[in-house]
């Protein structure tokens, strides 16, 4: 079990998945993702959310040697998907007497996951409702839609602890050597992006606690500089830009459409802006997506295919429509070499998000770059770039 230090009373027992290759089967993982689970004892004890069916061996092996023979009295289910809820039925199986603590919508949908009828052994939690552990109290708190319906979070107040479910949390294994920012951003805007709102609601009612520790369910538990992190997530749920830059998003067919894109490149660069390039067809399309949340402008660029747009592009605007990218500028180039459509397509796409300012007018590349066509990305660029 890896040595991961809480405290005396709450133990670590999740486990590290380094052999996923798809998180969600959409999402790239290169260094694993964790399943984090906690126990804290007590005069009783509370079980904090069980693991993924992957790995559930290990999982339990971590918690007998933690329980050290004694039974748990609750297992409290924070979200039901299944990368945390995959063992309930199992846990509950071995332990017949442990009571399962989840909300209401939680109860209802439980059923819809095992075969076993669990529910008369439920302990159906609203907002402000309260179990006492001994020493331990655990205060619930409501979470709709961040980001399932059923979710909440729970703060035990004599340690200070914010056990806050997929909030907070990141890609990789609790052993990467990786910076928090980048891969929490990832997961952020990728899983939880769609939800701002219900977001920046849980997130005034953590304002009202003393938060000394957050133990999310995947990635780091988060002891020391907790403003950094809040504050982030303020920012992420409210869809403001982290930082000035731009993203140039492009799909290319035969590689005229990345010449211009590498071209454009060049000319933000020589202007003193920060760019982040992304070819669609090839790059990770949630980092190509978190970043266009990062920086505060967008470039996309893609040709005419089939009278419509190259698929990787549609796939990028369709991720961005459907996590809410707001509040950005937008420049756009077309490609085509008889009858370009794709700059009017992606504009009906940022026609119908909040607070876009399209750059105009749009570059139209026919077919490839030319004298032409550099000088009107200049002037493209400089309309980007201004304030």
Same mark, same amino acid.
């Given at each position: ?16 998945? !380094? ?65 945390? @809820? ?15 603590? +989840? ?22 939690? !609203?907002?402000?409702?309260? +179990?006492?552990?001994?020493? /331990? ?20 107040? =004599? ?34 992006? %769609? ?8 997130? !005034? %009612? ?14 780091? #538990? ?7 992190? #809040? ?10 830009? $982290? $930082? ?8 290319? #067919? ?13 000319? +933000? ?9 992304? &070819?669609?067809?090839?790059? &990770? ?33 369709? /991720?961005?429509?459907? !996590?809410?990218?707001?509040?950005? %500028?937008? @420049?756009?180039? $077309? ?9 009017? +397509? ?17 570059? =139209? ?23």
């Amino acid at each position: 079990m890896k040595n991961v230090i809480i405290s005396d009373a709450v133990k670590y027992i999740g486990v590290d998945d !380094k052999t996923i290759d798809l998180f969600e089967s959409q999402y790239v993982v290169p260094n694993g993702v964790s399943y984090n689970s906690y126990v804290i004892l007590d005069e009783k004890i509370a079980i904090m959310d069980t693991v993924d069916k992957r790995a559930t061996q290990e999982w339990m092996e971590n918690m007998d040697q933690v329980l050290a023979g004694r039974t748990p009295d609750y297992l409290v289910v924070s979200h039901l998907e299944p990368d945390h @809820a995959g063992n309930i039925q199992r846990i509950a199986e071995k332990y017949p007497e442990m009571e399962i603590v +989840l909300s209401a919508k939680a109860s209802a949908m439980l059923p819809q996951f095992f075969d076993k009828d669990l529910s008369e052994r439920f302990v159906v939690v !609203k907002e402000g409702d309260s +179990l006492s552990l001994g020493a /331990h109290t655990l205060h619930f708190v409501m979470a709709p839609m961040v980001h399932w319906p059923e979710v909440m979070v729970e703060y035990e107040s =004599t340690e200070k602890i914010l056990f806050s479910a997929d909030g907070f949390g990141k890609f990789g294994a609790l052993d990467a050597e990786e910076e928090w920012t980048e891969e929490a951003r990832r997961y952020f805007i990728n899983i939880v992006g %769609k939800y701002g709102t219900q977001v920046q609601n849980l997130l !005034k %009612k953590a304002a009202t606690l003393d938060i000394q520790t957050i133990c999310p369910l995947h990635g780091p #538990i988060l002891k020391e500089n907790l403003g950094f992190y #809040i504050q982030k997530y303020l920012k992420w749920s409210a869809y403001e830009p $982290e $930082e000035e830059g731009v993203v140039i998003a492009y799909a290319s #067919i035969h590689g005229n459409t990345a010449q211009a894109a590498k071209k454009l490149v060049e000319i +933000l660069k020589e202007k003193g802006a920060k760019v982040a390039a992304y &070819d669609l067809a090839r790059d &990770d399309m949630a980092a190509a997506v978190s970043d266009a949340y990062r920086f505060d402008k967008l470039v996309v660029a893609c040709p005419t295919y089939d009278a419509s747009l190259f698929p990787c592009m549609e796939d990028f605007l369709y /991720h961005l429509k459907i !996590k809410a990218f707001q509040n950005r %500028k937008v @420049a756009i180039m $077309e490609n085509g070499s008889w009858a370009p459509m794709a700059g009017k +397509l992606m504009r009906a796409y940022f026609e119908g998000m909040k607070n876009i300012t399209i750059c105009e007018p749009i570059v =139209t590349i026919k077919s490839a770059v030319k004298p032409e066509t550099v000088k009107a990305m200049e002037e493209m660029a400089e309309v980007l770039l201004s304030k």
